[in-house]
């Protein structure tokens, strides 16, 4: 979908750089007891009570360090976005449209859960 280099927010590192890193993130939210292996499941993780507490997922998503278009899911998920919003984004007309508009609803997503409601115009 993107390629490297392009200069796309959420895909600037290699494929094989993106894994090493989300493995990283994994043993480290582990160790702050933020995650832990779902039971039965190899190299699986879930979040901790206190780790849904904290919102990890958002933090994640903020970063762009999981899939492009689970972003979507996780705002949808904390109600920062409405289905009406998502489908807006995964049924874009084109790629640039749909990255526009996830850049638009991450930005306003960060705002009001870093800043507060009073920042979103």
Known sequence: MFQRGSGDWTQCRSMRSK???????????????????VPGMKNSTQYTELG??????????FMGAI??????????????????????????????EAVRLLKEAVTRSYHF???GPRTIN
């Open 113 to 115: 859960v870093c800043a």
């Open 67 to 96: 899939e492009t278009w689970d972003i979507p899911h996780i705002l949808l998920e904390n109600g920062l976005i409405d289905d009406a919003q998502a489908e807006r984004i995964w049924l874009a007309s084109s790629e640039a």
């Open 19 to 37: 894994a090493a890193t989300l493995l990283i993130e994994r043993l480290r939210f582990k160790q702050m007891g933020l995650a832990e292996p």
């Open 52 to 61: 849904k507490a904290c919102r990890v997922d958002l933090f994640v998503a």
